[in-house]
Nanobody, 124 residues
Framework: QVELVESGGGLVQAGGSLRLSCAASGRTFSSKAMAWFRQAPGKERDFVAHITWSGGETFYVDSVKGRFTISRDNAKNTVYLQMNSLKPEDTAVYYC?????????????????WGQGTQVTVSS
């Protein structure tokens, strides 16, 4: 059992920044990698960023490259998403997720644990 708790969401103006945190607890030894997804109203849940625990390799969806940075602190079992130059289209509920499969990146079906989500709203 792995519990994931997101924090750091809020309301920000376009061009501003937010940093999201995802704290993992429980049997975290089973987790190979973490990711951030987001879901806007009426939309599918979309992949945002991915990071491995062991090597810290990162992968991003094209729309956030150069603006968002995913990172991790293994000692704290915590993953972060630094979001800069935010746009109104970034508005969504952001979820963190854990996978035991090192091959899983963008596919949400490859993640076996999910947080409850944190709301990010970017005003124009």
């Amino acid at each position: 059992q792995v519990e994931l708790v997101e924090s750091g969401g809020g309301l920000v103006q376009a061009g501003g920044s937010l940093r999201l945190s995802c704290a993992a607890s429980g049997r975290t030894f089973s987790s190979k990698a973490m990711a951030w997804f987001r879901q806007a109203p009426g939309k599918e849940r979309d992949f945002v960023a991915h990071i491995t625990w062991s090597g810290g390799e990162t992968f991003y969806v094209d729309s956030v490259k150069g603006r968002f940075t995913i990172s991790r602190d293994n000692a704290k079992n915590t993953v972060y998403l630094q979001m800069n130059s935010l746009k109104p289209e970034d508005t969504a509920v952001y979820y963190c997720a854990s996978t035991r499969d090192i091959m899983t990146r963008r596919d949400p079906l490859g993640y076996n644990y999910w947080g409850q989500g944190t709301q990010v709203t970017v005003s124009s």
